[in-house]
């Protein structure tokens, strides 16, 4: 702000002051003296972050002065004191304003004071308003409606002359492709965002936080990233690597990574692309994705000693937008839960480093699994092909489940549910037929998924044509006006891209708190998310002539936490958690972990060995199913509560003699009352559970559709631990069905048969995860 606005604040500080002086009127002001209406300049001004000034008015009383707002010589009213404008948000507070630039032009904005029948008028110039030239395209960030490049006009043309092509009349082609977008303004709902507006407005950006980008690589000289990337810090992991700091990817087809990367943190405010979510965060990548790893790969993406990452560090997140989809349910790895909690146990001087981990793409299907979900009934329900937990990883508190939704705040088509999401950030679809992530892409175009090698971009020009292609993908297409140099995509997506957007959350949580712990920021999000898609319907279907409900909804647990498996605690809000984070007082006290809990195999005995397997038969198609009861007598405030199982069927091998494969896996179905009474389905059945149990340390477990099977769920959260939980597992389902293409794309299986004998539980327990503080929940 330049010296003429320190100026006229300073004067009217004399002026106010005055005013305030004395109590008679006539002392104050003169009923023949004329308002003096000033203008005022801001200067040097970043867009959506607010900036302060003082209203210059001389010969006035400001308790009795009255000032107007004008907008192309139209007259705005406001709303308590705030004026929302075409350009930004003025509130007005006596003769003091602070203005917010949301567009990021240069303004003028007319005001009028009036006194006593008088008035003058002046202007507040708002200029110098730096941005970057992409950030009103991020829906994620500040949701206006808009596109993000998606619905455009040129690839609604372009589907039109595809068809005239085709034979149709361009009459039946416009009504064939207007009859697609009949809905897309439902698509398009404003405010629907992580609110970063009300993080920039409390002054944090990120800055003094460092986010770590586990992937397929990040270019690290990238225009819009490189002012973020720590220089020498990065890793290459490929054991051929000349430049072990230099992860930049060598493909030419698109680096999932450098987009990660910008949606945590492209630089802002410098005239370049768009911006992250914590825009002055700090980054490091490491190209883990792939194959040729030096062996140390796994302790390294997880900062240990030799990672060049020291305990001091202010690694605050790690992001993992990747992991493993087959259908099977992978054992659970006490060794691999010793390293994945390693960030969050050792780094920041203990008090620990968050890993958000992307939930998975796999609620209609994976492709590996071939038309599974769709033959048996998950797709029309609504159910998750995938459940989020079959990934041994995301089935311990250390690793924060995200999942993903799009522009009108709901579901997308592709984020797998489960118990263990912890919460969701946006992401959206693919980039046509509705918006998808706008962010960083590998420079020039010669690489990067826009551009002329780009992955979709070359498919479809060898197929279609380059003019078609280009209509279906301008901004990714070269040549677009906004994206001249193919530096940036319109089409990221998945919830690789939730993951990262929910990691600039956490590293503006910790840049307005470091003092916090990792326990500390899954209680902030716990706590401050927004519960979107309030109306989203429970699923239900019949098992013999009762109903099982299957997916539950929005549940409200006994300690208040509002909880949903396709969005965990709900979509993170950057302003609310920078807020309490700010404002925080809790103690959660030590974490406290208790000891597996149960029956069978599942647990041991004093001397280290495991019990004898239980032989509790699992009935066909019984709604009943077989109840089994645990009490726990430790009393602690839940943060987590883990689910171990043993289940067994003779037909759970590789295929039956027929062809077909057995239906003992997709049937099963698994709720969890707590003893509050709080319910969670964890596992809801007509998933894809086709082949054995995988164990990472002892391989293929034949005749097990669960060997050290363990879910997580954090519908509890905050409920007390002690008392009876009750564990229902029941098989849904007596039918038999074929597949819809006779077994070409099902693996080779031609259809599904009902199991012939019982599933057996073996094993089953339970251990929590929570802490004794007297704090929590009041």
Known sequence: MKNNLKLSILSTAIL???AGCGSDSKNSTSENKQPIANNVTVNDVKQWIPVTGTINAGNVNVNTLAISIMENGQSITGDNGVYKLNHGVLVLKGLNFTYTPLTGEDTKIDYTISEKGKSSSAVIEITGVTGDPLVNQQWHLRNTGQKAYALSDEMKAGLVD??????????????????????EEAKLIPNEDINVLGAYAQGVTGEGVIAVVVDS???IRHEDLEPNVLPNRSLNLNIDSLDKTDPTPTSITGDHGTSVAGLIAAKGWNGLGGQGVSPDTSLIGMNYLGTDKVPQKDYLIHGFPGSGISKHDNVGVFNRSYGLGWPTHFSYSELDEEIESYPNLMLRNGKGAVTMKSSGNSFADDGNEGTLCEDNGANNLGLTCYNAAFESSQVHPYYLSVAAVNTDGKHTSYSAAGANVFVSAPSGEYGRYAPAMVTTDQMTCLSGYSG???????????????????SQYPFN????DDNVSCNYTSTFNGTSSAAPNASGVVSLILSANPELTWRDVRHILASTSTKNDPENEAVTFKVGDTDFVAHQGWIENAAGFNFNNLYGFGRVNAGEAVAMAKAYSQDLGEQVITDWIGSGSAVTNADGAQETAMTMAIPDNDAEGLVYKIDVTEELNLEAMQF??????????????DGTQTTAGMDLAIEVTSPSGTKSVILSSKQAITYPAYSSDNGEQ??????????LSNAFYGESSKGEWSIRILDTSAESFQTSDGGQSDWGFTGYTNNASASILEGIAIRAYGNTSQEVGE
Do not use: C
Not at 452 to 469: C, L, N, Q, V
Not at 702 to 711: E, L
């Open 162 to 183: 595809l068809y005239v092509g085709r034979g149709q009349s361009e009459e039946e082609a416009t009504e064939r492709v207007n009859g697609w977008f009949e809905d």
């Open 477 to 480: 297409f070269p040549g677009h």
């Open 16 to 18: 106010v002051t005055l």
């Open 217 to 219: 690589g990040l270019e």
């Open 644 to 657: 171990k199982f043993d289940i067994s069927n003779v037909d759970m091998m590789y295929g039956l003699i």
């Open 702 to 711: 034949p005749g097990y559709i669960f060997k050290d099977g363990v879910f």
């Open 452 to 470: 002329f090698t780009g992955r979709s971009i070359a498919a479809w020009t060898a197929a279609y044509g380059e003019d078609f292609t280009k």
